[in-house]
Structure formats: structure tokens, C-alpha cells
């Protein structure tokens, strides 16, 4: 007999050489495994597992690196419990500042109409539309298995009447008059780039590398924003300040501005109509 305790414990113990908060991705996975809150595991200590196995075999999955988001089918974003499953990107919490730097700028224009570009998991498209009752976003991606993951966070949320999904490349098909402002956390990780184990071998690489410096699509998309005379906010990475503003020197786009993450490092920027 293993109690909930005992296998805590040693779940930490396996975990330990291998992730960075043994404990917490622990209790994360028994609270999965148990189906009851991480708050509650301290009242059930005692209770003996039923089937220890199954309990282990999760443990087995997060040492072979797979992420304990995709193992538990949820992720925190924006203070709510999500659905994610693999072919959709797991939304970061840098991600959450794209979503800050999106409702200021709908609160300040009176935004009503936005198009996303790379909808994944929708966690940004239902974040916005649980802000803004009034707002409508179309939504596009190239993956029909993050439009599935999209298509059910849609669902628990009950936004599917004010965001629409489209299966398109960037706004192909996607109307001017559908969007007064565009918003992209699109692939951005430079070719050949090493990445972890549980973000190379599992998270869709579609939705991670894009070609030579990764910048390619971050310039796409501000061109669209140009073509459409609406702004744009993209998240990037950490070093892609210089050929960005490079770009924007080159384009003659003067209106811009770049955020930074909690760290302190440069993670998005935002392109004004000119």
C-alpha cells in the first residue's frame, strides 16, 4: 500500500534531477491523478492510492521531459485554467503582457474589430473577449489541431459567437473591415535554434521556428498592418530589437514602440498606423 504522501514523496525524489520545482510539478500531477485541487492534497496525505501505477506512469511522462501541461491537458494564462493539448503551443506568461499591451490600446481607441494571426491554444482571442463583451476577433491559424484546441477553449469559455476561427494563412480571406487592429504571437525562434527537450520534442515546431533569423514573420505581419493602415502588436524574441527596428527604419515607419518582459527583456513591440 502506497499512500498519497508516500508517493509525493518519492515523486519528488524521481523528479528532482530533471526539472527545476520537483515538488510543485509533484503535487500538480497527483492533484491530476487524484482529481481534486492542489489545496487539498494535504487532507488526503493518508489516503491510499488505488492504483499507484497510473500515478507513476504521469511521472514517468514528465522524466522522458514531455511538459506537465500537455500531461494534465490544462495551463494557466491570465489567472484561468485553460485547455491545452499537443499541436498547440503552450501559452507562456510573458504572453499575458501582449494581452496588457492589447487591451490598453482597445481601451484607448475604442477598439471593436481585431484579427490574431496564429490563434493556437486561443488563449489570447478569449482573454480579449472575456475583457471586452463589445469586441469581435477573427481568429486564424494554419493548424487544424491548435483550431481543435482553440475551438474548445471557445466552448468552456462561451466567447464562440464573438471570435470565429478561420483556417487560413496569416488574414488570407480575412476582410479590412473585420480588423482595426492585429495581434500575432507568431513563430519567431531563429532556424537551428537549440531549444529544451520538452519544448523541442513536444510543442509543434510550426509554431515555434520560423526561417533564417526568425524574424520573417514579424515583418509579414507589420506589412499587413500597413497594407490595412491598423496597428499591430507581435510578440518577438529577446534579441530581435535591432533587425526590427532596422526594418521599421527601412519601411520609413516612425510610430512604434518596444515592451519588455518581468525580466526585463525586450519581448514585443507595437507599429502604429503611419
Do not use: W
Not at 197 to 215: F, I, Q, R
Amino acid at each position: 500500500m502506497v499512500t498519497a504522501a508516500e508517493a509525493l514523496q518519492e515523486a519528488v525524489k524521481l523528479l528532482q534531477p530533471v526539472v527545476e520545482r520537483p515538488r510543485l510539478e509533484a503535487e500538480i500531477l497527483l492533484a491530476y491523478h487524484l482529481d481534486c485541487e492542489r489545496s487539498r492534497l494535504l487532507l488526503r496525505d493518508r489516503e491510499v492510492l488505488e492504483k499507484p501505477e497510473v500515478f507513476f506512469a504521469l511521472i514517468e511522462r514528465r522524466l522522458a521531459h514531455e511538459p506537465v501541461e500537455y500531461i494534465t491537458g490544462g495551463v494557466s494564462f491570465y489567472g484561468e485554467e485553460f485547455f491545452i493539448a499537443p499541436g498547440a503551443l503552450i501559452p507562456r506568461p510573458e504572453t499575458e503582457i501582449l494581452v496588457d499591451e492589447a487591451a490598453a490600446l482597445i481601451r484607448e481607441r475604442g477598439i471593436r474589430r481585431i484579427a490574431e494571426i496564429g490563434v493556437g491554444s486561443g488563449a489570447i482571442s478569449v482573454t480579449l473577449a472575456r475583457l471586452f463583451p463589445g469586441l469581435r476577433i477573427v481568429a486564424t491559424d494554419i493548424s487544424m489541431e491548435a483550431l481543435e484546441v482553440a475551438r474548445e477553449n471557445l466552448r468552456r469559455f462561451g466567447v464562440e459567437d464573438r471570435v470565429t476561427l478561420r483556417h487560413t494563412s496569416l488574414l488570407e480571406g480575412v476582410e479590412p473591415s473585420e480588423t482595426e487592429l492585429i495581434l500575432s504571437n507568431p513563430p519567431y525562434v531563429a532556424e537551428g535554434t537549440e531549444l529544451e527537450p520538452n519544448v523541442a520534442d513536444y510543442e509543434p515546431s510550426s509554431a515555434l521556428y520560423a526561417p533564417g533569423d526568425g524574424t520573417v514573420l514579424l515583418r509579414r505581419i507589420v506589412d499587413l498592418a500597413r497594407e490595412r493602415r491598423v496597428p499591430a502588436i507581435c510578440e518577438m524574441g529577446f534579441d530581435q530589437c535591432k533587425p526590427m527596428e532596422a526594418y521599421f527604419r527601412e519601411k520609413g515607419i516612425e510610430h512604434y514602440r518596444f515592451y519588455r518582459d518581468l525580466a526585463g527583456l525586450d519581448r514585443g513591440f507595437i507599429v502604429m498606423e503611419n
